[in-house]
């Protein structure tokens, strides 16, 4: 049963510590997806990869959101320094070349105080 | 550029009672429509799909959704609903006019709450 998983699941951290959260999206999608989830915003996109390339990072604050994929077969969200409105649950999502569709894995609830 | 409005934030229900979950997207251009479903403290998982073919779309645990591109709607149906049900419920759409983008565009979410 392919499905994405997402490490940790939780993550308590202080103000200004480095948070990184990792994705192994399903194998042989090539898309992944980062949002952020919050009662306010919603579901938020941050990034958007296709074959390891960053396509979209719009709705990623740059100044301390960082996305990669290290390989095909990893892609990880870091945070440099966080800050309390960083709480939110982060989910990751992969797809295939040729659908729409996107597999959302677990999700990493982040509290930061 | 497309958007996504689900026009109820909550929708309380009796268990067996019918429900229908409204979306509606903003463009006309072609497009292919989603649901998905998320339970309490787990992601999101895809309940149908409209991609092209019949308006009426069939999905898992009983719901299914109706393609109208004239009213450019696509609500979530379910005739018997069950306490199992109580979820957070998504539509999301795909603008095929903007290439080769894989990127949805998501509404803010329906909470289902079904009560015995």
């Known amino acids: 049963d392919a499905r994405v998983t997402q490490t940790p699941r939780h993550k308590v951290t202080e103000m200004g510590q480095e948070v990184t959260m990792r994705c192994q999206p399903i194998l042989g999608h090539n898309t992944v997806f980062w949002y952020r989830q919050t009662m306010m915003q919603g579901l938020e996109l941050l990034a958007y990869?296709?074959?390891?390339?960053?396509?979209?990072d719009s709705g990623m604050p740059k100044d301390r959101f960082s996305a990669e994929m290290p390989d095909a077969t990893l892609a990880t969200l870091k945070i440099q320094p966080s800050e309390p409105r960083d709480s939110a649950v982060y989910f990751c999502?992969?797809?295939?070349?040729?659908?729409?569709?996107?597999?959302f894995g677990p999700g990493t609830r982040l509290t930061v105080t | 550029a497309q958007s996504v409005t689900q026009l109820d934030s909550q929708v309380p229900v009796f268990e067996e009672a019918p429900v229908e979950l409204r979306c509606n997207y903003s463009?006309?251009?072609?497009?292919?429509l989603f649901w998905y479903v998320q339970y309490p403290n787990q992601g999101l998982q895809l309940l149908l799909k409209?991609?092209?073919?019949s308006t009426l779309v069939k999905g898992i645990n009983g719901f299914e959704a109706e393609f109208n591109k004239s009213q450019t709607s696509f609500h979530l149906r379910k005739p018997s609903v069950h306490i199992s049900d109580t979820a957070e419920y998504f539509c999301?759409?795909?603008?095929?006019?903007?290439?080769?983008?894989?990127?949805?565009?998501w509404g803010l979410g329906t909470s289902l709450a079904v009560n015995p």
């Open positions: 409209y991609l092209s073919g």
């Open positions: 999301a759409v795909s603008d095929l006019s903007a290439g080769n983008n894989r990127k949805l565009i």
């Open positions: 999502a992969s797809g295939s070349a040729n659908s729409y569709e996107q597999y």
């Open positions: 990869f296709r074959n390891r390339a960053p396509l979209d």
């Open positions: 463009s006309s251009v072609s497009v292919y």
